[in-house]
């Protein structure tokens, strides 16, 4: 299960689940059926629907070979796009509901994400509470939800192997909308699971923060509700620890409260569907109609949720013009800044979006911009602007600006500065926005006009959300394209821009709650009132009214002349024009029709070495994707780089100084869509450049001749204050920053982290990095790795694909050659830089390691840790059960360990997180490590069980899942297994597809140049799966052969709850045979463990 975070309130619940007995639904009106797969398709006309909108009337970009319908099912008005994409091996479908948190009764705080959940836990006619998603696994396909505000949104995938999936599917999930079961027993196990999701985000700062927002908001708007809800509120007071709340007269069981929900918000008049598939808009129509005609049609006079008449969201005297200081759990310093302004949803502004010009402008990072000159002075690491929270009755415009630790100490200086910028932007006159508007229209016409079709999945889910906002025809176009600009709109949004209307937000790790009010020593300061806390997620804050003095000189600064608005962008570009294999040229239109769709093409990138070290791969890909756009990607093979934790320190510094140094360039590039990347990786540095194809070669030679100047700038500073050094300084200070944040990572992670450090021979652990920024770094030294790094002895890759030819990919590597000498330093094979996965000990191997008897030994071995944060009240663990190397494997080995890992996630999920409701993250997964280690991973987060006894839970769900294995039918391995293949061979639907997965067989030879590439790896893969006579008895021999028996190898990362208790079991366990409780001991020991080859899968 995932949480997503975007300011707005979004919960989700990727459900799985176990099996139930059939109940009664609680809509006993509807029809019931006993048998668990639809009729066949309908062949009765007329049809059962209505066709709104016919395919010729959506305008879509140019390379979309896609058709479309929007209908109307005649039993019950629900409206429905239909999309057509024969050659897609992806069908999806999402329902968008217009009902959110905002819906929740007052007595149960979270009801509507809870609801969410229970969907997922069976239906009249599915009962069971896996049979959605345990159908979607068998056929490659996965489902996920999320309440937001206002909206809850359900979709699934699946791939095309089966040609009833999509219609199976689309009936499972209709049955949401017609008998929901709630069954009682799912609903007292949900609700652990929902609770659990919330203390997994009580010590975030994003939710905390989001969340104090709601709770100082006026409390009479729905805006200010618990959007994800607990045990205790969404039993009105039960207590988990007391037992059922409907038995122990605490509280009570929501159940009532669920189907009342369900019967006043899940109809016809409050939902939107959306399909994608292969089948014909014909096919598709009949389909929908058929499996949804059962949702019950909107009540009378229904009109969906559009606002709260008679409530402002931010009332102007007690809600706005206000300064909040609040103390994180991470170490951040930030200012933000939020304007109260109109609805972003209304029509007026969904058509010309004015605060898209907003947007560009107060967020602007260019030459004499805000972000420009306050990170040139080292107050700011960033600046971002837009829409923080959009309601059907609000908007919150929000300035995020990251500051340093110098920053922090002048936050006057920069609201101050920021005003200043802002009251520049005010003054400008209407034709100049005017002007911005129409070079950001052109430029979004531009980009629809070349985009390509994305994941089926996600575009699903978004259209169906936008089927609300916009009529039929501007569904694709809508939320992209502007219309004219408009002046009077733009005025009034623009007016709202004031002191008196905003909040500022100053979030400082060096705030004391604990001290009391004092005088005001700053202009903008809550320093004055006491603290108090969010009662949620517990975020001390306090705030206080701006004063008079700072309204007035916030609304009228003073002018330092020192910034300046953005120019014309000089990097949109004018030749749109396809380069063909044979080299002649042709307009994008010539090439494309209706039938033409992107294919997986049988020839890999041609290839040739341009010098001894330096290998150039590169491909045409007219035929394939005609769009004006290519990427480039350049990897510099360096030994140097990981050589030591101190060269890695410098080199992350060195990527980052380098971004910010190419920023006021590539930000307008950005905007035109040219993007750069250059980071810093193990085995040695990666330039990628990608966008349209007629500006690369000069991206490429802008970045490689930055990076050398660069170089040699650090190498030559004098130690003089410049801007150089104040830049890295500020890097600098950010990545100690960032380091030190780690440990307060989720328990999850961190147990993910300590597995990776014993699991893989040469990992420089995050204490080291942290180790080697305290004792001092000069930007001479970084200069000096970066020079060896990039021109030293190095081995080169270079890939440029798509709208190219070989004499440009030549000029590519050119470019880079010019500056770097490439050719000049060649690296040896000795030389490269070698990683492997370490092979840990079977119980017998780790007696004689601790010395000790195997009954005295645990096993497998423990990595153990305590949670940094005294307040982190969750524990976790990481069980990693090891099958060998990616080249011991071979395809076959592979191929099967992947289908293990396939079924193995709905195992552990339905036992693990649903039935025995260990933990909201629960998760078991095919786990590959540094140097080809492959294997079988679990993890698990749980605020209910302690590390120990979570293993415990885990080892006996091993054992149920081999017996599961034993049991479930050849016919259902066939099915996994031919699900696995699918999703192994799924075509590639866009050039960055295609691109990636060329580099992905490139990149993974970096520790082997003299292997073979194997461009048809993942087919290999599958062509195992598929070949194997008997699937389910090698699935049985294979996990019989790594997983059970006296040769089992693995290990296991605990991570103790925070505090005293945490503190307390693990030094009861410190120094016992198999337990490992520091990094020195695992440097120590790891040392004398085994290396798996790591030549990975290659042709020979």
Known sequence: MRLLFTLLLITSCEAFATPSPTKPSFTSSLKSSTTNSPPPLPTQTPPLYTTLSHDESFKRPLLDPRSYRLIKIDSNDLEVLLVSHPDSDIESASTHVKCGHFMDPVSRPGLAHFHEHMLFLGTE??????????????????????????????????????????????????????????????????????????????????????????????????????????????????????????????????????????????????????????????????????????????????????????????????????????????????????????SCKTDGARESKPHRILSHLIGYEGPGSFHDVMVGEGLVRGVSAGIGIDGSDFSLFTISIGLTEKGSLSTDKIIESFFEWLALIKSTPLELFEEYHEEQRSSANMFFKFSENGDPTSFASGSAETLFKYPASEVLTGPSLLKEFNKPLFKSYLSRFDPSNCIITITDPSLEPEAPPSKAEKLVTASTENWDVEPWYRAPYRQAFLSAEAKEKLANPASTGGFKLPSKNPFIPDDFSIIKADGSRAQPEELVTKTVQAQE???????????????????????????????????????????????????????????????????????????????????????????????????????????????????????????????????????????????????????????????????????????????????????????????????????????????????????????????????????????????????????????????????????????????????????????????????????????????????????????????????????????????????????????????????????????????????????????????LTEKDMKLSHSVGKAWGEISAHEMNPGGKLCWNRLEKIADAIKNEPDLKKKVLEKWDEWFEGDGVRGMVAWIWEGGEEGEKEFEEREGKAGIWSSRKEVLEKKGALSKFSNSGLTEG
């Open 125 to 342: 006619k599915y009962p069971g509470e896996d049979d959605y998603e345990a159908y979607l696994a068998e056929n490659g396909g996965m489902s996920n939800a999320y309440t937001d505000m206002e909206d809850t949104n359900y979709y699934f995938s699946l791939n095309t192997q089966n040609p009833d999936g999509l219609r199976n599917a689309l009936d499972r999930l209709s049955r949401f909308f017609i008998d929901p079961l709630f069954t009682p027993d799912a609903v007292e196990r949900e609700l652990l699971a929902v609770d659990s999701e919330f203390y997994n985000s009580v010590n975030d700062d994003n939710w905390r923060s989001f969340q104090l927002m709601k709770h100082t908001c006026n409390q009479q708007h729905p805006f200010s509700k618990f959007g994800c809800g607990n045990y205790k509120t969404l039993t009105n007071g039960g207590d988990k620890n007391l037992g059922e709340a409907s038995k122990n007269g605490i509280g009570s069981n929501p159940r009532d409260e669920l189907k009342k929900f369900w019967e006043e918000q899940y109809h016809a008049g409050n939902v939107r569907l959306v399909v994608v598939g292969k089948n014909s808009l014909d096919e598709l129509s009949e389909m929908v109609s058929e499996t949804f005609s059962e949702v019950r049609p909107a009540p009378p006079n229904f009109e969906p949720y559009s606002g709260t008449p008679n409530q402002k969201v931010f009332p102007e005297n007690t809600c706005l013009g206000l300064i909040r200081e609040v103390k994180p759990v991470k170490d951040r310093r930030s200012i933000k800044i939020s304007f109260d302004i109109p």
């Open 601 to 983: 093409s049988p020839e890999p990138p041609s290839h040739r070495k341009l010098y001894p070290n330096v290998r150039l791969f590169f491909k045409n890909m007219a035929t394939q994707y005609p769009t004006p756009k290519a990427v480039s990607y350049v990897h510099l093979t360096s030994p140097t780089t990981y050589s030591s934790a101190r060269a890695m320190t410098l080199m992350r510094i060195f990527e980052r100084v380098l971004r910010e140094d190419l920023n006021t360039y590539s930000y307008d590039a950005s905007l035109a869509g040219l993007n750069y990347n250059v980071a810093c990786h193990p085995t040695g540095f990666r330039i990628v450049v990608s966008g349209w194809s007629e500006k690369l070669e000069e991206l490429m030679e802008t970045v490689v001749g930055r990076i050398k100047t660069l170089i040699d700038d650090m190498i030559n500073h004098g130690g003089e204050a410049t801007p150089l050094s104040r830049s890295f300084d500020t890097q600098a200070e950010g990545l100690r920053i960032e380091t030190q944040n780690f440990g307060l990572d989720p328990p999850y992670e961190i147990a993910n982290y300590n597995s990776r450090y014993l699991l893989e021979d040469k990992v420089w652990h995050v204490d080291e990095y942290e180790e080697e920024m305290k004792a001092g770094i000069k930007i001479n030294e970084c200069g000096d790795i970066a020079k060896e790094c990039f021109m030293g002895k190095l081995n080169v890759n270079s890939l440029y694909m798509g709208n190219v030819d070989e004499a440009g990919a030549e000029r590519m590597v050119e470019i880079v050659e010019k500056n770097f000498k490439l050719s000049e330093d060649q690296l040896e094979f000795d030389d490269f830089p070698q990683f492997h996965s370490l092979q840990m000990p079977t119980k017998s191997e780790a007696a004689k390691m601790f010395d000790c008897d195997e009954n005295d030994v645990v096993f497998p071995i423990v990595v153990q840790e305590v949670a940094k944060s005294t307040d982190e009240s969750n524990s976790a663990i990481e069980y990693n059960l090891q099958a060998g190397s990616e080249a011991d494997l071979g395809f076959e080995g592979v191929a099967i360990l992947e289908l293990i890992g396939h079924i193995a996630y709905t195992s552990a999920y339905n036992q693990l997180r649903t039935k025995e409701q260990l933990g909201y993250i629960v998760s078991a997964y095919l786990r590959k490590t540094q140097g080809g280690g492959m294997g079988l991973g679990i993890t698990i987060q749980s605020q209910e069980k302690s590390p120990p006894e979570l293993q415990e839970r885990i080892e006996d769900w091993l054992r149920l899942f081999r017996k599961e294995l034993e049991e479930i039918s050849e016919d259902r391995v066939k099915a996994e297994g031919a699900a696995v293949v699918a999703q």
